[in-house]
């Protein structure tokens, strides 16, 4: 659905034959385009035109760079300007101040404040060993308290007990004291979810702040909110003056432009990203990730961080060092296969790949889908180790026992057979290539799976290169050589940073 | 006015499948929906429904006075209006469109504030007609099968609340299957608005199989002669693979009871949801066969205007839309009211 933003100016810059200075009627061109792709990504129509008037200003008479084209320049620009605006600044949360540290959550309704500040709470007591009691003051949807009760057990975080009839006010109250008699160091209030028009609802939370006096306010906000992140943002800062703001939902494949507005009307910090549902995905905010795929640009950082995160370093190193020798056994092709799995699945690791419309698209009109994985490493499995080493073993009673053993048919034990006499040529004909990672990289990203998997048979190199081409910035050590548009100097979301030269791996990137 | 058909032109006829443009409802308002107890101020569906959107009408027709007062309609007006769209999250190719049928035989011309709201309208609720329908309830099927999907958050159990006191107080009788056994708590907050209306809730332990959960429930309503059954889900991101599929499989289990079962999937739509919307259309809608969609939150100042592109797009019903979180805070969703609140008449 959503153009990449370098393809499309890529469309109008790249025409420009001539070099030099970036014209200012070149530039107001651009402009039309990226203020487009930030309305597609949600940014608020109010803080899309002070950036544009931002990029404007620093791009016009900008020296274009020899290796690049002028779209790509302004790119670059753009990116920046937006990792700037996003904010360098990004800090964690401050518990400098008298124990307990009150910390307190607002927002919308639904926005995932309960769950966030069970996050919250986890990350403060594994991280800091710091001792935190949760309390909820949501007395107005059903079950609330009882929710934060649960996530409070579930990860092992005290929290306050629940006393029904009481007013928010005085829970908060309640909590601070539990809080200074209990010796903890942190307490953190979860506040009912509130439309910022509510005029009591926000009067009592002005009443819950003056109570507590919180050394933080954060602003809980979905990341997949349009247009009214101004709105919600500005009015939740001017009655309680927050001091952060969380995203949520940034696991969803929303653009998430609404962080760029809230950040732009309340000059505050986007402090932690929620990630997935579970207790432990938050993470801290990165302005290069989230600009990255504001452009639509992709998770690249993301993506490696983790690939890097779950891929066995040892078994990796195993793998790439075969692999260098040019071999390729049916046991790496099972191992690629769990890799991917673990990676969270097909789906998941499109959703991380930059240009991912086009090539989502193609593969779901492929037929591949996660159990694809699954049946494949079944039949694998189903075979002999005998086999598995040398699969020209594998004639027709054996397929047949394999494809029995693993519930599949005997044409998708060929197909496996004939994907994995594919890949091992490539691996082969790859033998030369220069990184370790380039190697692993593309056959996890490219040459393994995207391409390897179609039930019909990989598709041939050309269309393998056709479909990184469609790929601004190509895959992650997509194919070697030739990747368009690859190692633009300084553009994070369009090549690897600092991939941490896969065998060995312990650093994560930055 | 403006020429007809000229939506399904710019978006490729794609949308709305047996188009029958047929007069708008004039409104039945609610004399067939007893109002449940509401002691308090009985405010009108319109005014409420106004009050939900007078937000975004009032920026809207500000923005519109301020656009078109004594203006010429140029190509700077124009795109002021184009942004005033844009910021009701219409989204740019709808706003687009939309300013293109204004532009239309209007160009260069004086254009009077009136004149604009109502073409803007007329455009509006030209996308918004053909999909404002009333949730049907098959009254041959005992029970009638809703299952309610959506991202986390967007209103579904709130919803299956508010739904449980209108349908109740038609005289139906409603079971609730507390499909979301994943988050915390969620059994408990449906249990509380089953207890609203006095419906009963069907529920397993927190972490059950839902599918097996949704099973057991279908075949008790069955037994119990329920007319609906009500099923809430956990809510998912549509993007998560796993969890599509696992909505997929309630409803196979589902249609292992009753093949023709679900009779609806209501997807709920957080009106604060930007461009995102459209995704959680397409994807709730190819994996769980969305049949509906409800509107939540348009109580606040987020605008809804999202939902001009997804019924531009996919034609699918609306049925309701969310004022709030009191159990009367349901409305019916109606596309003349919305096209003309949103235009600010
Ligand atoms: N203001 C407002 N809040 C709503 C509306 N519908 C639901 N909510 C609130 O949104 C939050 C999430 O709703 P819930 O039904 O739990 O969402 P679910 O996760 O989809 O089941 C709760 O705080 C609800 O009270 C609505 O129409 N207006
Ligand atoms: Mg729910």
């Given at each position: 659905m959503f153009e990449n933003l370098s393809e499309r100016l890529g469309g109008i810059l790249d025409r420009l034959t001539k070099r030099g200075a970036l014209s200012e009627a070149d530039v107001n061109e651009a402009m039309r385009e990226v203020r487009r792709a930030l309305i597609e990504a949600d940014v608020a129509l109010d803080v899309v035109r002070s950036f544009t008037d931002k990029v404007r200003s620093r791009a016009v008479g900008e020296q274009v760079i020899r290796s690049v084209t002028p779209g790509q320049m302004v790119v670059k620009i753009v990116h920046d300007q937006l990792v700037e605006m996003l904010g360098s600044d990004a800090r964690g949360i401050d518990l400098n101040a008298t124990r307990p540290v009150p910390l307190m959550l607002v927002g919308l309704q639904g926005s995932g404040k309960t769950t966030t500040a069970a996050k919250i709470a986890r990350r403060l007591t594994d991280r800091q060993k710091l001792k935190v009691l949760l309390a909820s003051l949501d007395t107005r949807r059903p079950a609330a308290q009882e929710q934060l009760r649960v996530l409070g057990e579930q990860a092992g975080i005290e929290t306050l007990p629940i006393i029904p009839g009481q007013l928010p006010v005085e829970i908060a109250g309640r909590a601070m004291n539990a809080g200074r008699l209990g010796g903890y160091d942190v307490v953190i209030l979860d506040t009912a979810g509130r439309t910022h028009i509510d005029e009591p609802l926000m009067v009592e939370m002005a009443d819950i702040k003056r109570t507590t006096n919180p050394h933080e306010i954060l602003l809980v906000a979905d990341s997949l909110t349009g247009q009214d992140a101004v709105n919600l943002a500005k009015s939740f800062n001017d009655r309680v003056g927050i001091t952060g703001i969380v995203l949520t939902r940034v696991d969803g494949d929303g653009r998430g432009g609404a962080a760029l507005s809230m950040r732009a009307v309340t000059e505050r910090p986007i402090k932690l990203i929620g990630t997935g549902e579970k207790l432990d995905a938050l993470e801290d905010f990165d302005p290069e990730r989230i600009a990255g795929r504001i452009l639509g640009m992709g998770d690249i950082v993301g993506l490696v961080e983790k690939a890097a995160a779950n891929i066995d370093a040892e078994q990796a190193q195993k793998a790439a060092e075969r692999m260098r020798k040019g071999v390729f056994t049916l046991d790496d092709l099972a191992e690629q296969l769990g890799q991917m799995q673990k990676l969270g699945g097909m789906s998941s690791l499109m959703g991380m790949i930059p240009g991912i419309g086009k090539a989502k698209k193609q593969i779901d009109a492929m037929g591949i889908d996660d159990s694809v994985f699954k049946r494949q490493v079944a039949i694998i499995s189903s075979m002999t180790r005998a086999e598995r080493r040398n699969p020209d073993l594998l004639k027709a009673s054996r397929k047949k026992r394999v494809a029995a053993g693993s519930g599949t048919k005997v044409e998708e034990v060929n197909k496996l057979l004939k994907m994995h006499r594919q890949m091992a040529d490539m691996m082969k004909a790859m033998g030369k290539g220069k990184g370790m990672f380039g190697k692993l990289g593309s056959m996890m990203g490219m040459g393994g799976m995207g391409g390897g998997l179609p039930p019909g048979g990989m598709p041939d190199p050309a269309a393998l290169e056709k479909l990184a081409r469609g790929m601004p910035g190509g895959l992650p050590g997509g194919l070697p050589g030739g990747l368009p548009g690859g190692g633009l100097p300084g553009l994070g979301g369009m090549k690897i940073p600092g991939l941490p030269g896969l065998p060995g791996l312990p650093g994560k990137k930055k | 006015m403006a020429e007809k058909g000229f939506f399904r032109r710019v978006f490729g006829g794609a949308s709305t499948p047996e188009a029958e443009q047929t007069e708008v409802v004039e409104t039945p308002v609610p004399a067939a929906v007893p109002a449940v107890e509401a002691p308090v101020e009985k405010v009108t569906w319109f005014q409420k429904l106004k009050r939900?959107?007078?937000?975004?009408?009032?920026?809207?027709?500000?923005?519109?006075?301020?656009?078109?007062?004594?203006?010429?309609?140029?190509?700077?007006?124009?795109?002021?209006?184009?942004?005033?769209?844009?910021?009701?999250?219409?989204?740019?190719?709808?706003?687009?469109?939309?300013?293109?049928?204004?532009?239309?035989?209007?160009?260069?011309?004086?254009?009077?504030?009136?004149?604009v709201k109502e073409v803007l309208a007329a455009e509006i609720r030209k996308v918004m007609d053909p999909v404002a329908k009333p949730l049907a309830i098959d009254a041959a099927r005992k029970p009638h099968v809703i299952l309610v999907v959506g991202v986390n958050g967007t209103g579904k159990t709130t919803t299956i609340g508010k739904l449980t006191a209108q349908l109740t107080a038609e005289g139906r009788k409603i079971v609730l299957a507390a499909g979301d056994t994943f988050r915390a708590a969620a059994i408990e907050q449906l249990k509380i608005w089953g207890s609203r209306s006095g419906a009963e809730v069907i529920a397993r332990e927190p972490g059950a199989d839902a599918a097996g959960l949704a099973f057991d429930a279908l075949k008790q309503a069955q037994e119990t002669g329920a007319d609906i059954l009500l099923i809430d889900t956990a809510g998912r991101l549509q993007n998560r693979d796993e969890l599509m599929a696992e909505l997929e499989k309630i409803l196979r289990v589902i249609r292992k009871v009753d093949p023709s079962a679900p009779h609806t999937v209501l997807l709920t739509l957080d009106a604060t949801t930007g461009q995102n919307a459209l995704s959680q259309v397409e994807i709730f809608g190819k994996r769980a066969g969305v049949t509906g969609l409800v509107m939540t939150k348009l109580d606040g100042t987020a605008r809804g205007g999202i939902l001009v592109a997804i019924s531009a797009k996919y034609g699918l019903p609306v049925h309701y839309i969310g004022v709030g979180e009191g159990i009367d805070d349901l409305e019916p969703f109606a596309a003349d009211d919305f096209a003309r609140a949103l235009a600010g008449l």
């Open positions: - | 939900g959107l007078s937000r975004s009408s009032n920026a809207i027709s500000e923005s519109i006075v301020s656009v078109f007062t004594k203006r010429k309609l140029d190509a700077a007006a124009l795109e002021e209006f184009e942004e005033v769209l844009i910021k009701a999250d219409l989204g740019p190719a709808t706003a687009m469109a939309i300013t293109d049928a204004l532009r239309t035989g209007r160009y260069d011309r004086e254009i009077s504030e009136e004149e």
